[in-house]
């Protein structure tokens, strides 16, 4: 059974940081594409930032670029997403999600598996 596990959300204050990380299982991890994505209310999902286990090549959203990046530890099957300089325009819940292919790894419909999401709130 394939598991995308999100955790590491929660309550922060503009200016801060927080680590999300996705524990994944059930399919082979070092052939596929992990991507972080989130949707705040009355929004559509948008892609952050994504990581191809296989060799380590990253895409990131000029959105995110210089406050998020992006991680993986290929031993534990899991896929970090640190975000530092937090806006409150940041809140919103975070997936994270997997793909076999690399490509249009920031688009959302590509994707086949997908965490239950974690809550990430940042007050002004």
């Known amino acids: 059974e394939v598991q995308l596990v999100e955790s590491g959300g929660g309550l922060v204050q503009a200016g801060g940081s927080l680590r999300l990380s996705c524990a994944a299982s059930g399919f082979p991890f070092d052939d596929y594409v992990i991507g972080w994505f989130r949707q705040a209310p009355g929004k559509e999902r948008e892609g952050l930032l994504c990581?191809?286990?296989?060799?380590?090549?990253?895409g990131y959203a000029e959105s995110v670029r210089g406050r998020f990046t992006i991680s993986s530890d290929n031993a534990k099957n899991t896929v970090d997403l640190q975000m530092d300089s937090l806006k409150p325009e940041d809140t919103a819940v975070y997936y994270c999600a997997a793909q076999p292919s690399p490509a249009t790894c920031l688009i959302s419909t590509g994707y086949t598996y997908w965490g239950q999401g974690t809550q990430v709130t940042v007050s002004s």
């Open positions: 990581i191809s286990l296989d060799d380590g090549t990253k």
